[in-house]
């Protein structure tokens, strides 16, 4: 078992950064693939961002290409979310993810099924 623990979501203005982590305990994170997701009011789960055990391979939706930054500290057993230029459109529950395996291969990271593990969300709202 995995326990994932989103933490720095909040209240931001369009324009601005917010950094979101998430802390996992149960098994050891460094042979994990971590994903990040998130859900607005009303539509589906959507993925946002993934990486690799090692933190060498990197995935971004189009949607936050560019502008939000995914990275892992194994040390600390944490997987982060740099959220910079946010748009009020970027307003959701952030969820963490964890993959039972080291890389996503055979599946496809951007699917919520690739995942074994999720935390409880954290709200991200950015107003215009």
């Known amino acids: 078992q995995v326990q994932l623990v989103e933490s720095g979501g909040g209240l931001v203005q369009a324009g601005g950064p917010l950094r979101l982590s998430c802390a996992a305990s149960g098994r050891t994170f460094r042979y994990l693939a971590m994903g990040w997701f998130r859900q607005a009011p009303g539509k589906e789960r959507e993925f946002v961002a993934a990486i690799n055990w090692s933190g060498g391979s990197t995935y971004y939706a189009d949607s936050v290409k560019g502008r939000f930054t995914i990275s892992r500290d194994n040390a600390k057993n944490t997987v982060y979310l740099q959220m910079n230029s946010l748009k009020p459109e970027d307003t959701a529950v952030y969820f963490c993810?964890?993959?039972?395996?080291?890389?996503?291969?055979?599946?496809?990271?951007?699917?919520?099924?690739?995942?074994?593990?999720w935390g409880q969300g954290t709200q991200v709202t950015v107003s215009s």
């Open positions: 993810a964890a993959r039972g395996s080291m890389d996503f291969s055979g599946t496809y990271y951007y699917t919520a099924s690739a995942y074994d593990y």
